[in-house]
């Protein structure tokens, strides 16, 4: 679905993580640095700062994730993080999410969190990563034996929920991956029968099915995707509703083995208009495909967002895209293929471009 707004912003609360999942190269194989800066947490009056000159300057997003390379739960005023955001970005932001493998969102925390979420603001979306059915197989392919934490924290979550009819949404997320593709049908079983037991309420659920995303498409792609193809016709899984739950698939490609793509040729990655990203330290970025930050802004410590997502340097990086032109980072990536580059978008940075006299299109 395509964005509204200034399409989805992502908040990175740390980029500590307390899993070794085997498709996370930065903490599977232990980085020392994720970004090529220390690894930290997002401070509380930063984020207040980033919020007030959002407000400020009047900014919407279809919504906000606060996760990026790190497990937000690491942070440990979260909850304060998020009702921060609910408060002040009241009717400019469709919803708010945290994706978590809840292995520290310990029941007081879990509490802690619905007590943040003001009763007529934006509804809460808890992606929980499980990617498992079995304990062994958690532990395969996450690096750590905690399904049984997990599963202990989500009840309580259930419960809490349902007692204060709380506006709190739930996606158990199932990434299909070597090791785990044959564990589909149990973690759908599971999953559905304990939401069923919890009674109906002011909330959408989902299971989600998702193809494993190798370097943005990279070598090994067309592998990962047949792995889950065969997994889902294995399973007999298909998008559509299962008693109270919603069963999502992930249908989209990358744009290499995309076959329009292919085709018509590679087109700027809408990512460049779509999904900025804020780094623990307030520096603002492009895309959360880009790891070591070569995308980078410049600081929400000394500017506001609009400030830097309107700026001379995101509107040549998007006339960059426009004229066919991808360099560095953007070189090898797929692209954000889930959202689309729609002519107002494209039109509007050109206008922003001839305003700031910048580069033309032409290579």
């Given at each position: 679905?395509?964005?509204?707004?200034?399409?989805?912003?992502?908040?990175?609360?740390?980029?500590?993580?307390?899993?070794?999942?085997?498709?996370?190269?930065?903490?599977?194989?232990?980085?020392?640095?994720?970004?090529?800066?220390?690894?930290?947490?997002?401070?509380?009056?930063?984020?207040?700062?980033?919020?007030?000159?959002?407000?400020?300057?009047?900014?919407?997003?279809?919504?906000?994730?606060?996760?990026?390379?790190?497990?937000?739960?690491?942070?440990?005023?979260?909850?304060?993080?998020?009702?921060?955001?609910?408060?002040?970005?009241?009717?400019?932001?469709?919803?708010?999410?945290?994706?978590?493998?809840?292995?520290?969102?310990t029941p007081p925390r879990m509490?802690?969190?619905?007590?943040?979420?003001?009763?007529?603001?934006?509804?809460?979306?808890?992606v929980l990563t499980i990617d498992?059915?079995?304990?062994?197989?958690?532990?395969?392919?996450?690096?750590?034996?905690?399904?049984?934490?997990?599963?202990?924290?989500?009840?309580?979550?259930?419960?809490?929920?349902?007692?204060?009819?709380?506006?709190?949404?739930?996606?158990?997320?199932?990434?299909?991956?070597?090791?785990?593709?044959?564990?589909?049908?149990?973690?759908?079983?599971?999953?559905?029968?304990?939401?069923?037991?919890?009674?109906?309420?002011?909330?959408?659920?989902?299971?989600?099915?998702?193809?494993?995303?190798?370097?943005?498409?990279?070598?090994?792609?067309?592998?990962?995707?047949?792995?889950?193809?065969?997994?889902?016709?294995?399973?007999?899984?298909?998008?559509?509703?299962?008693?109270?739950?919603?069963?999502?698939?992930?249908?989209?490609?990358?744009?290499?083995?995309?076959?329009?793509?292919?085709?018509?040729?590679?087109?700027?990655?809408?990512?460049?208009?779509?999904?900025?990203?804020?780094?623990?330290?307030?520096?603002?970025?492009?895309?959360?495909?880009?790891?070591?930050?070569?995308?980078?802004?410049?600081?929400?410590?000394?500017?506001?967002?609009?400030?830097?997502?309107?700026?001379?340097?995101?509107?040549?990086?998007?006339?960059?895209?426009?004229?066919?032109?991808f360099e560095g980072v953007c070189?090898?990536?797929?692209?954000?293929?889930?959202?689309?580059?729609?002519?107002?978008?494209?039109?509007?940075?050109?206008?922003?471009?001839?305003?700031?006299?910048?580069?033309?299109?032409?290579?």
């Amino acid at each position: 679905m395509q964005p509204t707004g200034a399409g989805v912003l992502q908040v990175e609360p740390t980029d500590h993580c307390n899993l070794r999942c085997r498709m996370c190269a930065p903490h599977h194989e232990g980085w020392q640095t994720v970004h090529g800066i220390p690894k930290g947490l997002l401070s509380v009056p930063l984020w207040e700062r980033v919020l007030d000159g959002l407000v400020k300057d009047d900014v919407h997003f279809d919504h906000i994730i606060f996760q990026w390379l790190g497990d937000p739960s690491l942070h440990p005023e979260l909850a304060r993080l998020v009702g921060l955001a609910a408060a002040k970005l009241m009717n400019r932001v469709g919803y708010l999410r945290i994706d978590t493998n809840a292995i520290r969102l310990t029941p007081p925390r879990m509490d802690a969190l619905l007590e943040q979420l003001p009763v007529n603001g934006p509804p809460l979306l808890l992606v929980l990563t499980i990617d498992a059915h079995t304990e062994a197989t958690y532990a395969d392919v996450k690096g750590v034996d905690a399904l049984a934490r997990v599963r202990r924290n989500v009840r309580h979550l259930i419960r809490a929920r349902t007692r204060r009819q709380a506006r709190l949404n739930l996606q158990f997320q199932f990434v299909v991956q070597e090791g785990n593709d044959h564990e589909l049908a149990p973690f759908l079983r599971y999953w559905t029968d304990l939401l069923a037991c919890q009674g109906d309420g002011p909330w959408h659920d989902e299971v989600m099915f998702k193809r494993l995303s190798v370097g943005g498409g990279g070598p090994g792609q067309g592998e990962a995707d047949a792995r889950y193809e065969q997994a889902l016709a294995s399973a007999g899984i298909a998008a559509g509703q299962r008693g109270p739950v919603q069963v999502c698939v992930w249908e989209r490609r990358p744009w290499q083995h995309d076959d329009r793509a292919a085709a018509t040729g590679r087109g700027a990655c809408p990512g460049l208009w779509l999904t900025p990203v804020i780094r623990h330290d307030g520096a603002l970025m492009m895309c959360c495909a880009d790891l070591h930050s070569e995308l980078n802004l410049g600081s929400l410590q000394q500017a506001t967002f609009s400030e830097l997502w309107h700026g001379a340097r995101a509107t040549q990086l998007r006339l960059d895209h426009l004229a066919g032109r991808f360099e560095g980072v953007c070189a090898g990536c797929g692209g954000i293929n889930w959202y689309d580059l729609t002519p107002q978008m494209a039109a509007a940075a050109r206008s922003r471009g001839a305003a700031l006299g910048l580069a033309s299109e032409t290579p």
